[in-house]
């Protein structure tokens, strides 16, 4: 090993330690930090951050990167490391743009957004919220015109999120999704409806925790590199691939979505626990492609746990650790969990109108980023949109804009993933059905394991090391299309709503 590159692996090492400290300062604050303990944290939280950008945009690393890239280095290094430097120096090329006091204001406004998204979303008054979004909007124009300056904003935010991945090609393929959605969505909803009224009840919250306990273990989660904490909104937290964490979000009201929220997170949890271990500690370890991240937790959540076959080995399992469950059959549970219906809240959405939520979102992304849309004129504009595509309207914030978490953090150009991901599903189910046959068989017969094998060997053990284009032709031989979701889509619910 070269003794520049032996340099760069002592750097990581110390960004390592950085981005640990930064971790666990958000899980604390997500997770149990008392609300008077905000301050500390988010003044703990601006100091490591900026910390490692400084190290990150240095003139050491900068140079260091330089001479690693020259070919008697270059030459030297294998494939994985090929991949990391020049990740490495792409990514430093846009921060180095970036003064550090504007990262460090940058910082403290998402700090203090998630914060009031909080407060806001629990007194569902948006007003609260609005002038630290319109921060962040300004913040993200004036870092993004620096970082790209050769790309159009919303183009880049899109870019930052699904490597490659821009509006045109959004655009095309969410078009051809909703041109075979939206009649499927209307015949749908016109047909009769099962009766749901045995769902409406007291759900004991300890009793939701054992499920999600066995149904994380069940799918594969692995609990010597894992751990489960609650949250207002679920997300997955990883800080290698020995130790990612889960968190969710219990109602005494509903335990159909918890265990759903268990099954997605756990999904993007089982990504991250099976990179190949030799990439951790490096830029290559995890995968910041969210599309393709979201392809797993959604496949676990929606291919595999909406699919009646998952249930069919646990179901009395679940009736034992959930007794309200116990006069539902396993075929009245697998009707309500694919009953579609026009709802407001994303995260509880069936798994045909999301397509329309997330779109919802893309489509008032556009109209910040391009169409100069103000944070005031938001909430109705997304009021239109939910009555226009789902024939709804929210009756406060807190069910309507206030919902998500995502830009109280700066994440625009997130929500696009969580479609393409489902779009990417369709193409991998088509292509994991061609290798080792039957989902339906495999989750009949308890077989989980070698369905998750597939995706392990297929995708998750590269982490990023593969671009998003590449894994889809690797693994599916074409490039992004909806057509396998649309399949998917009217196959499984005209048997399920007798649709001609």
């Known amino acids: 090993m070269s003794e520049k590159l032996t340099k760069l692996k002592d750097i990581l090492a110390q960004l390592n330690r950085l981005t640990l400290v930064n971790e666990l300062l958000y899980w604390d604050m997500r997770t149990i930090m008392p609300k008077e303990g905000f301050e500390g944290h988010a003044e703990a939280t601006e100091h490591y951050e900026t910390e490692a950008f400084r190290i990150e945009t240095s003139d050491e690393l900068f140079e260091l990167l330089g001479e ?63 002038p630290h979004l319109a921060k962040l909007i300004d913040l993200t124009k004036e870092v993004k015109a620096l970082t790209h300056p050769e790309m159009e904003i919303y183009d880049a935010l899109l870019d930052d999120y699904e490597k490659g991945m821009d509006s045109a090609t959004i655009d095309r393929i969410f078009t051809e999704l909703k041109e075979g959605l939206v009649p499927l969505v209307h015949s749908i909803l016109a047909a009769e409806q099962p009766d749901d009224s045995k769902f409406n009840r007291k759900y004991d919250l300890d009793a939701q925790r054992k499920v999600q306990k066995l149904l994380l273990t069940y799918i594969g989660f692995d609990w010597d590199k894992g751990t489960v904490g609650e949250s207002e909104h679920p997300f997955t937290l990883d800080l290698s691939s020995r130790d990612v964490r889960v968190t969710n979000h219990f109602r005494e009201d509903n335990a159909i979505d918890p265990m759903f929220s268990a099954i997605h997170e756990g999904g993007h949890a089982i990504f991250e626990q099976n990179v190949d271990p030799k990439l951790d500690g490096t830029p290559a370890g995890g995968c910041d492609y969210l599309g393709i991240h979201e392809s797993q937790s959604r496949f676990f959540e929606n291919i595999l746990g909406r699919n009646i076959n998952f249930w069919k080995p646990i179901y009395a399992d679940v009736q034992k650790l959930q007794p309200e469950f116990a006069d539902i059959t396993l075929e009245e549970f697998a009707r309500e969990i694919n009953h579609v219906r026009a709802s407001m809240i994303r995260t509880a959405a069936d798994e045909v109108t999301y397509c329309l939520h997330v779109i919802l979102r893309y489509e008032v992304e556009k109209a910040i980023f391009r169409e100069g849309v103000g944070v005031d004129e938001l909430p109705a504009l997304w009021n239109r949109k939910m009555q226009e595509y789902l024939g709804i309207t929210p009756a406060n914030d807190a069910e309507g804009i206030l919902q998500d978490m995502h830009w109280s953090d700066g994440s625009f150009g997130y929500f696009p993933t969580y479609l393409l991901g489902s779009i990417y599903d369709g193409m991998f189910l088509e292509a994991m059905e061609a290798e080792i046959g039957s989902v339906d068989t495999l989750l009949a017969e308890g077989k989980i394991g070698e369905i998750r094998g597939w995706l392990n060997r297929n995708i998750h053990r590269y982490g990023c090391t593969r671009l998003p284009k590449e894994v889809l032709l690797k693994v599916c031989g074409r490039e992004a299309t909806a057509q396998p979701l649309l399949k998917y889509f009217r196959e499984k619910y005209a048997k399920y709503y007798d649709l001609r």
Do not use: N
Request: no cysteine; aromatic share 12%.
């Open 68 to 130: 690693l890239s020259k070919p008697e280095e270059w030459d030297q290094l294998d494939d994985d490391w090929k991949f990391i430097v020049k990740k490495m120096r792409e990514e430093q090329e846009r921060d180095r743009r970036i003064p550090e006091e504007l990262f460090s204001r940058f910082v403290a406004a998402q700090t203090e957004a998630e914060r009031a998204w909080e407060e806001a979303k629990e007194a569902s008054d948006y007003s609260i919220f609005s």
